[in-house]
């Protein structure tokens, strides 16, 4: 057939391959929308550092200047150390919490528990006790947690450790502390608090009581997770933080003003003479007296720690509300009830002993030495 004559070639076009779909690149340092969310949070930590260093003068201003009470009352006592004490912790509570929470979304609960469940039970019981510094639990909502480390086989030392830590050293608690009395008498309780719970951890830990477990818990065997930990950005590490700080700050507020309100009332009424006769240094059985009172009793860091201010405030020895303070918050009625459902009656007596005498020893030991 001659070319060209009504027929027609049949060409074969190649067709370039399809783009591929790129996921979004994460917004680069020195994007816009990073530049202006770094901007927002220095210029939030200005404004935090300006109220924080002024809210002696503005409490001054709203109490004597503004409300005209007359200065020298109990009554105008009481309300300055409210209106000054309760925005103060409120302010460090909120940079401290926002911080730690972001730390946090570094240890999910899986990845934790591998870690304690793979390490030898000395580090385990160190690691322990330095995760209860950054979990804000109470001595009740830190049961769960240890149950999880149990089922995980987490050796029972290791998640004594951590039971004791979790309630009575924890960043609320070191924050208040920092807040109200310094950087030393914090250093002292975080110090003491850690001694106490990792020598606790290792006593019952050597005491073998494992068969004191509920047969139940024994049983029970947690698999590792299918999931694999998820890569964060900073956005979602932030927002971490946020969620801490509105789950945290939104639950211990009203516990933070009903404990500075009580303090209020000791610093403004209660005579000095009276405390330091009941609490001084030299009387010898307030430290058993106050740590028998303070076990039955149930509050967390944030309803405690201004009560304490105010004792140490009119007299009381800081060995004596050490001790008191640790009582309170690291063993309760509500906390040994829920135990009872995971541990033998002996296992829980020789947790609240090994704890009681520990507490005992700090009272003694800086009723001594200070």
């Not at 050597?206 to 950005?233: C, F, H, I, N, T």
């Not at 740590?291 to 201010?309: D, E, F, H, T």
């Not at 007299?315 to 033998?344: D, H, N, Q, Y």
Request: charged share 15%; hydrophobic share 55%; aromatic share 10%.
């Amino acid at each position: 057939m001659p070319e060209g004559d009504g027929s027609r070639t049949l060409s074969i076009r190649e067709e370039p391959p399809p783009a591929s779909v790129e996921a979004p690149a994460a917004p680069s340092s020195g994007s816009p929308s990073v530049r202006k969310a770094a901007l927002i949070g220095l210029g939030a930590l200005f404004c935090w550092l300006a109220l924080y260093l002024n809210l002696g003068r503005i409490a001054h201003w709203l109490i004597y200047s503004l409300l005209r009470l007359p200065s020298g009352t109990h009554f105008s006592s009481a309300v300055e150390f409210l209106v000054f004490e309760v925005p103060k912790v409120l302010l460090l509570l909120t940079v401290v919490v926002f911080a730690v929470g972001i730390v946090r979304s570094y240890f999910t609960p899986e990845r934790t528990r591998r870690i304690l469940a793979g390490s030898r039970e000395s580090v385990g019981i160190v690691l322990a006790a330095l995760l209860g510094v950054v979990t804000p639990f109470c001595s009740c909502s830190a049961v769960p947690l240890f149950l999880g480390f149990v089922t995980a086989g987490v050796p029972l030392g290791v998640t004594f450790s951590f039971l004791i830590s979790a309630p009575m050293v924890n960043e609320v608690a070191l924050v208040l502390l920092f807040g109200l009395f310094g950087w030393k008498v914090a250093l002292i309780y975080m110090t003491t608090g850690l001694l106490i719970a990792m020598a606790s951890g290792w006593v019952i830990g050597r005491l073998g009581m494992e068969d004191q477990l509920e047969p139940w818990v024994r049983q029970v065997r947690s698999g590792e997770s299918a999931e694999p930990d998820k890569v964060l950005r900073w956005s979602d590490r932030i927002r971490y933080g946020l969620d801490a700080l509105r789950d945290i700050v939104g639950k211990v507020w009203l516990y933070v003003i009903a404990g500075i309100a009580v303090g209020a009332a000791i610093h403004g009424w209660v005579p000095t003479n009276f405390m330091a006769s009941f609490m001084g240094k030299d009387v010898w059985w307030a430290v058993p007296v106050v740590v028998l009172i303070g076990i039955p009793m149930y509050s967390n860091a944030a309803g405690i720690i201004p009560v304490v201010q105010a004792l140490l405030e009119k007299g009381a020895a800081l060995g004596t509300v050490l001790a008191f303070m640790m009582s309170v918050i690291s063993i309760s009625t509500p906390e040994v009830i829920i135990l009872r459902k995971v541990l033998r009656p002996r296992l829980i007596a020789v947790f609240v002993g090994v704890v009681t005498v520990g507490i005992l020893l700090v009272g003694f030991l800086f009723n001594a030495i200070l």
